[in-house]
């Protein structure tokens, strides 16, 4: 492989990267964010409330760890595109929750997907980025996720009172529109 096409491969894994990154950003603060609606909307108790975050870090220990093993087996660019559908669509979903069942497993699912964003994009940038510039790029992936978290923060502070937290959950997951990216334009 040509040094071109090497640059190219590899800036397209970093904006893959990216863009799992944002989405796990963007996923796991919506939910801080929102919870006080959430809670009213859902007639939860705090104990619900509380234990609705256990559920997404439950899902992001068991998808790192299952997003691994498969990435192994059958390539992290696969993986990750399944991640970040998975965590987008339950994202999706989770707007249209309607008890704490469901909200629950849905953030389950949510961190199943972000578990394998998260780790399958730090292996990429490991993998495609070369070692002078390695660091650095991890340091911009992992910023990236809070780059989530300051966009989560805009749209509360903007429009979460009058379109309430269903809609920006949807917002949320807008970013599986870069899995088209993903299929096409990823090594």
């Known amino acids: 492989m040509d040094e071109k096409t090497l640059k190219k491969y590899s800036r397209n894994a ?8 944002l989405t796990a950003g963007l996923a796991t603060m919506m939910y801080s964010v929102s919870l006080s609606m959430i809670k009213k909307d859902l007639a939860l108790n705090s104990a619900q ?4 975050s256990t559920w997404t870090f ?3 220990m068991i998808g790192g760890m299952v997003a691994g093993y498969i990435a192994d087996r059958v390539g992290r ?4 595109i399944v991640d970040v559908i998975l965590a987008t669509v339950a994202v999706f979903l ?3 929750a309607n008890s704490y069942s469901v909200f629950a497993v849905l953030r389950l699912i949510t961190g199943v997907g972000l578990g394998g964003c998260y780790y399958i994009a730090s292996i990429l940038i490991g993998e495609f980025v070369s070692t002078d510039k390695r660091g650095f790029m991890s340091g911009v992936a992992t910023s990236v ?3 989530g978290y300051v966009i989560v923060c805009v749209i ?5 009172p009058s379109i309430g937290w269903r809609a920006c959950f949807r917002i949320c997951a807008l970013p599986i529109l870069m899995v088209f990216f993903m299929i096409f334009c990823m090594k």
Do not use: D, E, Y
Not at 156 to 160: E, F, I, K, P, Q
């Open 14 to 21: 970093l904006i893959g990267s990216f863009a799992s990154m």
């Open 49 to 52: 409330a509380g234990s609705l």
């Open 58 to 60: 439950l899902g992001q």
């Open 77 to 80: 660019k696969k993986v990750l």
């Open 94 to 96: 989770t707007s249209l």
């Open 145 to 147: 996720w809070n780059f």
């Open 156 to 160: 509360s502070a903007l429009v979460l």
